[in-house]
């Protein structure tokens, strides 16, 4: 299985602040990078799909992906309670038939 | 509508029972996935569905076995389980099997081995 790598957290911002979550990942030929929030107990929940390098903006939510440096990252500004979750980054293969996740990022905002 | 469905929402079975776990979706898509969780840990592939045709195994056990009945549907088959084997599973579809394409979960199946 490819590796795929995000910092365990937990991670804690207050409320209204940006919470940065990051990812890298070792298939170099890997080109589809996804962001899902998991819910405690709650199945994964796609926030954003990011293809190209650079930035993807989605409401409070920006993608960045960087292949060169193997890359990904989330930003989610104005952070809101309703926000803590644990948050997993996906990783389809070149052939795009398999999803590989990271071990996942707990985040909790405190109000 | 992204809906990916699966039935049932919590399964208790002996490790003597043949259970079976079902996903429907329908949206057309045409690659489906079974994915294994256990607690704070990611999903783990088990099982990929392109097509109709079962292109990955990620090395399961031969006491979980697939079936994927036509476009819409996908079945895990149990049977002689672990108590090990109690874990979140979670059905996942994504459009067409290759790059670029997103995947949609189901709410998952809770399965306890007693």
């Known amino acids: 299985q490819k590796e795929v790598e995000q910092n365990s957290g937990p991670l804690s911002v207050p409320e209204g602040a940006i919470a940065s979550l990051n990812c890298t990942y070792s298939d170099r030929g890997s080109q589809s990078f996804f962001w899902y929030r998991q819910y405690s107990g709650k199945s994964p929940e796609l926030i954003m799909s990011i293809y190209s390098n650079g930035d993807k903006e989605d409401g409070r939510f920006t993608a960045q992906l960087n292949k060169a440096s193997q890359y990904v990252s989330l930003l989610i500004r104005d952070s809101q309670p309703s926000d803590s979750a644990t948050y997993l980054c996906a990783v389809a293969s070149v052939t795009g038939n398999q999803f590989y996740f990271g071990t996942g990022t707990s985040l909790t905002v405190i109000p | 509508d992204t809906e990916v469905t699966q039935t049932p929402k919590h399964l208790v079975m002996g490790m003597t029972n043949k259970k079976s776990l079902k996903c429907e979706q329908h949206?057309?898509?045409?690659?489906m996935y079974w994915y294994k969780q256990k607690a704070k840990k990611p999903p783990e592939l088990m099982f990929v569905?392109?097509?109709?045709?079962?292109?990955i195994n990620e090395s399961v056990p031969s006491r979980f076995s697939p079936e994927c009945p036509n476009s819409s549907l996908l079945n895990l088959h149990l049977h002689a389980l672990q108590p090990e084997d109690s874990a979140l599973y979670l059905c996942?579809?994504?459009?067409?099997?290759?790059?670029?394409?997103?995947?949609?979960f189901g709410q998952g199946t809770r399965l306890t081995v007693v």
């Open positions: 996942a579809s994504s459009q067409f099997p290759g790059a670029d394409t997103e995947a949609f």
């Open positions: 949206m057309g898509h045409r690659a």
């Open positions: 569905y392109s097509y109709e045709k079962l292109s």
